[in-house]
């Protein structure tokens, strides 16, 4: 049973056009949204989060919306850049003890 | 400042060998986490370690045992080495609850 949901396996984007990276959950239990990037052979890097109590965070370019009513959240890169080329993953976290239930992934790809 | 360290980075192993992955971090944080990430899927929680003295199973255990060490290392056992644990092991760590986890750069691991 996959509780978070990624339904897009890539995107593809012109650079200094917006990014929108979609995804879904069932566990009205997450109370906690983070948003991964992944580059090849490296570790998933911390990009952006947002607490249940929120509806919108904004970190630079990046901005998350969480729907809580219909258990979505997305991620807005504004403009994108080359260099954000990367796979994106959102995962939810229900526990004070921080596990953490990621999606599948999206690989971005921002043409020049 | 070195963050999370995973050793090795890559090993090629034959079935039924055992092997440790060592984690380390530097960061003083309470609560470490051991992933795997395959092909097609985000990672998912095979261990974690709360806080020191405490191990927990995550979501895909069989296979795995854990050793919280000390504070800074947690270190993952394969007993006896399936083709089906060929993978990407991550091991992650955070201070307390709802911040984001910081992430080593992962061990490749082949098994023949």
């Known amino acids: 049973d996959q509780q978070v949901k990624q339904n897009s396996p890539s995107l593809s984007v012109q650079e200094g056009r917006i990014s929108i990276l979609n995804c879904d959950y069932t566990?009205?239990?997450?109370?906690?949204f983070l948003w991964y990037k992944k580059y090849p052979a490296e570790g998933p890097t911390f990009l952006i989060s947002?607490?249940?109590?929120?509806d919108k965070n904004e970190d630079g370019r990046f901005t998350v919306f969480l729907n809580k009513s219909a258990k979505h959240l997305s991620l807005h890169i504004v403009p994108s850049q080359p260099g954000d080329s990367a796979v994106y993953f959102c995962?939810?976290?229900?526990?004070?003890?921080?596990?953490?239930?990621f999606g599948q992934g999206t690989i971005l790809t921002v043409h020049p | 400042n070195a963050g999370v360290t995973q050793t090795p980075k890559f090993q090629v192993l034959k079935t039924g060998q055992s092997m440790t992955l060592q984690c380390a971090q530097d960061?003083?944080?309470?609560?470490m986490y051991w992933y795997r990430q395959d092909p097609g899927m985000g990672l998912r929680l095979i261990y974690y370690?709360?806080?020191?003295?405490?191990?927990d199973k995550g979501e895909v255990p069989n296979g795995y045992n854990v050793s919280r060490l000390n504070k800074r290392e947690f270190s993952l056992r394969l007993e006896s080495a399936a083709p089906s644990q060929t993978s990407v092991y991550f091991c992650a760590s955070i201070r307390n609850g709802y911040q984001p986890q910081h992430f080593g750069d992962g061990t490749r691991l082949s098994i023949l």
């Open positions: 947002i607490s249940s109590i929120k």
């Open positions: 960061m003083n944080h309470n609560s």
């Open positions: 566990n009205s239990m997450f109370d906690y």
């Open positions: 995962a939810a976290s229900e526990t004070s003890y921080g596990k953490l239930t």
């Open positions: 370690s709360a806080s020191e003295g405490t191990t």
